[in-house]
């Protein structure tokens, strides 16, 4: 018997908050999107919570409300955040990070994951040109000169102009067409959870890069925030299996009672760390989005804003060429998004798993370089607008507070790098 052949113009595999904000952006596009996601309907309908408090910047917030999926997000669960702090070790002076240009009076805000997904499945369920097909994966994936083909494990056939993996950082489509990523192990896993606490976080998020333990706080509606702890796994581990009182006790203690007594509201969940970037973004009549383009450490709170920026340039690409009548697979679109995604994501890639290496690094070199290099940053202006750029707009500055940044990062990290990072 042969097996049923469906047809589109596109086919995007992953309904996570990237591959459904990509749905999204080609509602006016005029093409036949397949959409393939392994959960089930209900599951993405009704995603539960998974512990990830997700921080948008202003650019990611500007995108959402194009989508319309901002405007359905619970707005109380929507929290701002005012100002980003780094602390060193013990020491209560640190670097803030305070809105600047735009007119915009907050860094970002706060949302939870499964809130975006939830919002984001509820406008792409309703539109038009796309087919959902749900509890189901993909095998096989293939593509030639003419058109993709993607083999489903149930045995379906389904063709396209063009096949879009936002199926995570481990990407079972990129492996399936052979794009090589090199991925960081970085050794250790992120326990996060919601906590109420006694005393207030005042909007400000705060990083501690503390001695063999990196925390953070994220401030969400009231004087509860998102605590997340990044320790080695099996400690990890120890600490997820402690009674709920004792746990307490323990962040407690970890956070040196800056928040005062804290009550665990939610499950504890982990997030062992692993950075992926990809050899590259398109091969023929294949692109890459979101976290199966770029999987950043989440220290940085980059991931899905440069997914939103990945998605929207793609979409923009797509939109543009159907409307013009031409391929939307064609190798020079996919080649301009490529390159243009790989300058958006690949110094700041760089620059996370330096700030990672440095801020993680217990050794006394390391210890005297990111206290030099806070004092640096503190006292530099253009660097602290820098980073207050990079936290609102998710991007690089250019020109003059480019340079400032080069200040605070290894030059690596900032400079224009074009190439292609070595395979491991
Ligand atoms: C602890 C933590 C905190 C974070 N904080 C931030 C933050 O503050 N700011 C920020 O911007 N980002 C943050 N991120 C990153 C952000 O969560 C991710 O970038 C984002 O969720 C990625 O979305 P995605 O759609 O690309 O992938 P995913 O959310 O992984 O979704 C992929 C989808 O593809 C489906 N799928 C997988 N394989 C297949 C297959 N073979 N066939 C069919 N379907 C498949 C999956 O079921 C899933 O639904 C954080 C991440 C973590 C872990």
Redesign the pocket.
Known sequence: MSAEILSFDLVI???????LCFARALRNSGLRIGL????DAGTLAAPAYDG?E??LTQRSARLLRELDVWNILPAADLAPLRMARVLNGLSTEGLDVTPSGHGDTELGYLIS?HHIRQAAFAVVHDQPNVSLLAST??SAVTTDASRARVTLNDGRLLEARLVVA???RFS??RRAIGIPARHRDFGKT?L?CKMAHETPHEGVATEWFGHEQTLAVLPLNGNRSSIVVTLRHVEIDALRKLPVAKFEREIERRFLSRLGKMTLETERYA?PLVGVYPGKFTTTRYAAV???AVGMH?VT?????L?LIGTDALANLVCGAAAAGRDIGNADLLAHYDRDHRRATLPLYLATNAIVGLYTADSPPARFLRKALLGVARRVTPVSAALSGLLMQGALPSGATRDALARLLPPRAVTRDRSRPRMA
Request: hydrophobic fraction near 45%; glycine fraction near 18%.
């Open positions: 595999v992953g309904a996570g908050p990237a591959g393939v996601e392994r959960l990830r997700i921080a994951n994966a993909v936002a199926d995570t079972e489509t992120m996060v997030y979101g976290d199966a989440p709170a980059h991931g899905f804003n997914g």
